[in-house]
Structure formats: C-alpha cells, structure tokens
C-alpha cells in the first residue's frame, strides 16, 4: 500500500509547531525572557571594550574557527517519529526517503538560524581584529552554512552505521574537517600555507573529498536504525518540554534522574532528624534532577564568566542580579516537583512545613550562587 509521507510529515510538524507556539506564549510572557534581552543589550554595550582588550598576539581566527567548528559541526536529527512507528513504518522503510529528506530540510534551516546567530556575535570580534571585506564577507556568511548543509547530511548517513563507536570517529572526522576549512576561511587563506601557497587547505580538501565519497558507502551495507532515530528524538523532545517546563508544567514531560554521587553528599550535610526531612528530600530531588540541576549549574557557569571579563563594579552587579532573577525563576519548581512525585505524602510533616523546607532549599541555592559570583567578580 502505497503511503502519502508528506502528509504524513506535514501533519507531525504542524502538531509540534502548534505546541512550540503554545508554550512559546509561556516563555515570552515570563520575565526570563526580558532580562535576556536586558542582557544582550548589556553585553552588546561593553562589546567593543571588550574587543579592545583582546592582546595582539592572540589567535583569533583559530580560536573563532574552533568555536564555529563546534557549532556547524552538532547536527541532532529530529524526525518527528513516535514510539509507534516501529510497528506501523518500519515495514514501509522504502516509501519513507521523501519524508526523512523533509525532516533533514526543517534540520538544516532551524540548525542555521543558530549558526547566524553565532556569526553575528563574533562578527565585530572579527572585524575588530582581523579586518573583513569585500569577497571575505561572502565567505563569512557562506562557508559556515555550506559546511552546515554538510554536516547535517553526513550526520545523517552516519547514523546508519550499528556502531556508536564508529559514529563517534566520523563524528570527529567532521569536526577536524570542519575546522581546518574555517580556519582556513578565517585566517584569509594563512593556516598552513608556506610561501602563499596553503599546502594544508589544499591537503583537507583532499582528504575532505575522500571521506564524502568513503560514506556514501555506508547507505548500501546498513538500513535506518529506526530504534537509534526514535532515541535521538525522544530527547530531543524531551529537552524542548524541559526547557517548556521551566515556564509551565508539561503534563508528558518525564524527569530523569541522575545518581551525582560527587555532589549528592551535600545533602548529607544537614543534620538528620524529623524536622530536616522535607529539606533533604527536596536537596537531594535537585541535586540528582536532569533539569532544575543542570540549569541551575549553567547559570551560575555563565554569570560567572560573564562578571569574570565585564569591566567595572556596575556592569558586574547587574548579571548577578539578573542571573540571580533568573536562577530563582527556574527554581521555584522544586517543592512542585517533589509534590507531583506524590514522594511528600511519605514524609513525616505536613505540608506548610515541606512549603518551609522548599523554601529553604531556594534560599541556599540562591545564596551559593551569589557567594560563587562575588568571589569571581573579586578576582
């Protein structure tokens, strides 16, 4: 029986894009998202004397390159695919080309937008330090999205392959090439070049072209690894409802737990009797969630490099207050989640106590944070 795959894809992005601007509305309508903006206009004042600073000797272009590399180069495959499909596609693998092509179409256009997003950060960096213009500015806006489109295609032939270890190596392959062709790009032709003549583009090209036609080989030996596609997609949509649950309560998103065993013994820390055990429930609920936790420690990561390189004693005030905003933000979720695990009803107090206790938890977690941010912003 022949079956329509683009109706099919169709209606699965038409299904994730009305949830995508469902809980977008939550997002934009939160605070969050004001002192992000409020943030990039800070950054975007101090930019230049930042630029600035950078000494003479430092390799910009190669440094540049690497990050870019790291970008371009991360191509998660979302396929809309659902746990039923095993059953109900699998046998119908052939007809199913057309909708995986669409699928890679909506990968490369929404991985773009992030590498645009990307290049227009660094590009007074790079104006600033190496100079750009004329055919370097189409090279700037070109090579990444050509090498993009790459990636988003060999990524996905790769995934065929039944090893992840192999996965992994072609993985690496893809960002070394990567890499010497934007430094290459950015370097204005100088990476590994001896008397004008860049002996080292030239060779990665070569080998570049080699490892192309080397996997087109891969889609003759090996079929769709159907059970790899529907893992990769479950987490990624899993990561969206996190993100999502920041804002609102997600009904369909599961909360996964991770053991953390080298930072869990914190909680160990308060002293153990009936009235602390709402308050190391719900300490060691965060420490070992996937999402409060991880959020949490990315915050405080990137306030801290932020007050580290702004200038000046007001600009540093302002991210710590803005990040500490936006950590409690995130972190009122932690009696709540607790409580919808129905693990609260197990505890020995009632419930303006475990409210106490979640209290309790924020206001520490959001006093180490400041604690963490004043020592950088000392150095």
């Not at 699998?90 to 909708?99: D, G, L, S, V």
């Not at 905003?325 to 409580?339: C, E, P, Y």
Request: aromatic residues 16%.
């Amino acid at each position: 029986m022949k079956m329509d795959v683009d109706a099919l894809f169709r209606e699965r992005l038409q299904r994730f894009s009305a949830e995508l601007v469902r809980y977008g509305q939550y997002m934009a309508n939160g605070g969050v998202l004001m002192v992000a903006v409020f943030l990039c206009g800070l950054l975007a004042y101090y930019y230049p004397s930042l630029v600035q600073t950078i000494p003479a000797w430092f390799p910009v272009p190669y440094v540049l390159a690497f990050v870019l590399a790291f970008f371009v180069t991360r191509s998660p495959h979302r396929t809309f695919l659902l746990e039923a499909d095993l059953l109900f596609l699998t046998p119908a693998e052939t007809q199913m080309a057309r909708y995986f092509q669409k699928a890679q179409i909506y990968n490369f256009v929404v991985q773009s937008m992030g590498v645009f997003l990307v290049l227009l950060l660094f590009l007074p960096l790079y104006q600033g330090t190496i100079g750009i213009g004329g055919a370097q500015v189409w090279l700037y806006w070109g090579v990444p999205f050509v090498l993009k489109g790459w990636n988003v295609y060999s990524s996905w032939i790769v995934m065929r392959l039944p090893d992840k270890k192999q996965d992994a190596a072609y993985t690496l392959a893809r960002f070394g090439f990567t890499y010497f062709v934007l430094a290459w790009m950015l370097s204005k032709g100088g990476f590994l070049a001896y008397q004008q003549v860049p002996y080292g583009a030239i060779l990665w090209m070569a080998l570049l072209i080699w490892f192309h036609f080397r996997m087109q080989q891969i889609p003759k030996k090996h079929a769709y690894q159907w059970y790899r596609l529907l893992e990769m997609e479950n987490g990624l949509r899993a990561r969206f409802y996190q993100i999502a649950n920041q804002f609102r309560d997600v009904p369909s998103l599961q909360q996964r737990v991770k053991p953390r065993k080298w930072i869990v013994w914190a909680a160990n820390l308060i002293p153990y009797r009936t009235s602390n055990a709402g308050r190391i429930l719900f300490l060691k609920s965060f420490l070992r969630s996937s999402d409060l936790a991880g959020m949490y420690m990315r915050l405080i990561v990137i306030s801290s490099f932020l007050i580290a390189i702004l200038p000046g004693p007001l600009a540093k005030a302002a991210v710590i207050l803005l990040f500490l905003f936006m950590a409690a933000s995130q972190l009122k979720g932690i009696g709540s989640q607790a409580r919808h695990r129905s693990r609260s009803s197990l505890l020995p107090i009632n419930e303006q106590q475990q409210k106490s206790a979640a209290i309790w938890v924020r206001r520490v977690l959001l006093l180490s944070q400041v604690v963490v941010n004043v020592l950088f912003a000392l150095l």
